[in-house]
């Protein structure tokens, strides 16, 4: 059980989450559809139980890491929607200053890492976060997360053994949605079940029901709090699933339409309204309201993506070095 209770106000909070993070990204599927939205672009509809049951459990001061279906992430952590969907619209008023897209968020203030682009280059960096929260003495927690196919990077082995060596402040998350790209785990993985490759190192890790905010949530408790106590590494394997393909030029034609709706049955934001309900928790003019105000959200993003001014030429020289006399740069 979580020491983190999950109240009637956790469930509403799940709620308007989940249903921004879901409005935004199918907004974000239509306006790549009109080439508003250029290069790759992955949607995360279908996994935002994973975070919302996350976020109810760390603090504004822990940081997230993640690949590049990052714009949920970005979501979660605060960043404003207006921001995100600027800086997928390539525009100067972007989290990255239009420089990223869709593959590279980040927002210091808010202590959101990226965006990678690079299968599994985001662990490493995760462990090394963790090394600077430590070093520093805070009580700060990272969490890194990853897909099913980057636990198959080299890096990821090499990362698991420093994390647990120097016992770092970091919860590994493999958001398992069944599917590398097009391939499916039982195609490429000798051990199916992901969470297990953390246990050689003697981290703890366990199997959790990423479809299920509650259950990420207890689990998540856990892991946070054992990394504040300073124990170290948690790993634990989010068995979820993504309702689109692995990004909006995928043909999906690996997997079958009955897959696809068995899992959209377990849709964790229609469980989460169903338990509302239930608990009488709020009626029908309070779903109303939030579903408004998430639509305004996402309207008002659009606008000021539209509405925002492009990056000027000069800016394809600032910020590469952010300090200007680097020493290993000679003229």
């Given at each position: 059980?979580?020491?983190?209770e999950?109240?009637?106000?956790?469930?509403?909070?799940?709620?308007?989450?989940?249903?921004?993070?879901?409005?935004?990204?199918e907004?974000?599927g239509?306006?790549?559809?009109?080439?508003?939205?250029?290069?790759?672009?992955?949607?995360?509809?279908?996994?935002?139980?994973?975070?919302?049951?996350?976020?109810?459990?760390?603090?504004?001061?822990?940081?997230l890491?993640?690949?590049?279906?990052?714009?949920?992430?970005?979501?979660?952590?605060?960043?404003?929607?207006?921001?995100?969907?600027?800086?997928?619209?390539?525009?100067?008023?972007?989290?990255?200053?239009?420089?990223?897209?869709?593959?590279?968020?980040?927002?210091?203030?808010?202590?959101?890492?990226?965006?990678?682009?690079?299968?599994?280059?985001?662990?490493?960096?995760?462990?090394?976060?963790?090394?600077?929260?430590?070093?520093?003495?805070?009580?700060?927690?990272?969490?890194?997360?990853?897909?099913?196919?980057?636990?198959?990077?080299?890096?990821l082995?090499?990362?698991?053994?420093?994390?647990?060596?120097?016992k770092?402040?970091?919860?590994?998350?493999?958001?398992?949605n069944?599917?590398?790209?097009?391939?499916?785990?039982?195609?490429?993985?000798?051990?199916?079940?992901?969470?297990?490759?953390?246990?050689?190192?003697?981290?703890?890790?366990?199997?959790?029901?990423?479809?299920?905010?509650?259950?990420?949530?207890?689990?998540?408790?856990?892991?946070?709090?054992?990394?504040?106590?300073?124990?170290?590494?948690?790993?634990?394997?989010?068995?979820?699933?993504?309702?689109?393909?692995?990004?909006?030029?995928?043909?999906?034609?690996?997997?079958?339409?009955?897959?696809?709706?068995?899992?959209?049955?377990?849709?964790?934001?229609?469980?989460?309204?169903?338990?509302?309900?239930?608990?009488?928790?709020?009626?029908?003019?309070?779903?109303?309201?939030?579903?408004?105000?998430?639509k305004?959200?996402?309207?008002?993003?659009?606008k000021?993506?539209?509405?925002?001014?492009?990056?000027?030429?000069?800016?394809?020289?600032?910020?590469?070095y952010?300090?200007?006399?680097?020493?290993?740069?000679?003229?």
């Open positions: 059980m979580s020491s983190i999950i109240t009637k106000d956790t469930y509403l909070m799940w709620y308007e989450s989940m249903l921004l993070m879901r409005k935004f990204e907004k974000t239509q306006l790549y559809g009109q080439q508003k939205i250029r290069g790759f672009c992955h949607l995360y509809i279908g996994q935002e139980a994973v975070l919302a049951g996350a976020m109810s459990v760390i603090r504004h001061e822990d940081s890491i993640t690949a590049y279906r990052d714009h949920a992430h970005a979501l979660a952590k605060g960043t404003s929607p207006n921001a995100i969907m600027a800086e997928m619209y390539g525009k100067a008023t972007g989290c990255s200053k239009g420089k990223g897209g869709s593959m590279h968020m980040f927002d210091k203030e808010n202590n959101f890492y990226g965006g990678h682009g690079i299968v599994g280059g985001q662990v490493p960096l995760g462990a090394g976060i963790a090394f600077a929260e430590k070093f520093k003495g805070t009580d700060n927690v990272n969490i890194t997360y990853m897909g099913d196919g980057a636990v198959r990077q080299g890096a082995t090499e990362t698991f053994n420093m994390a647990a060596l120097w770092l402040p970091v919860i590994f998350i493999c958001e398992n069944g599917y590398a790209m097009g391939t499916s785990v039982e195609r490429t993985t000798a051990q199916t079940d992901i969470y297990k490759l953390g246990l050689p190192y003697g981290i703890p890790s366990s199997p959790v029901d990423g479809m299920d905010p509650v259950a990420v949530h207890n689990a998540m408790d856990e892991a946070v709090q054992r990394a504040r106590r300073g124990e170290g590494p948690t790993f634990l394997e989010m068995r979820t699933y993504r309702f689109k393909g692995h990004s909006m030029s995928d043909p999906q034609k690996y997997r079958t339409k009955e897959e696809l709706e068995s899992y959209k049955a377990k849709d964790p934001i229609e469980s989460v309204k169903i338990a509302i309900q239930k608990n009488g928790y709020a009626d029908d003019q309070w779903f109303e309201e939030i579903e408004a105000k998430v305004a959200q996402v309207d008002e993003a659009v000021f993506a539209e509405e925002s001014p492009w990056p000027e030429a000069s800016e394809l020289y600032t910020d590469v952010v300090q200007q006399d680097y020493p290993y740069i000679r003229d």
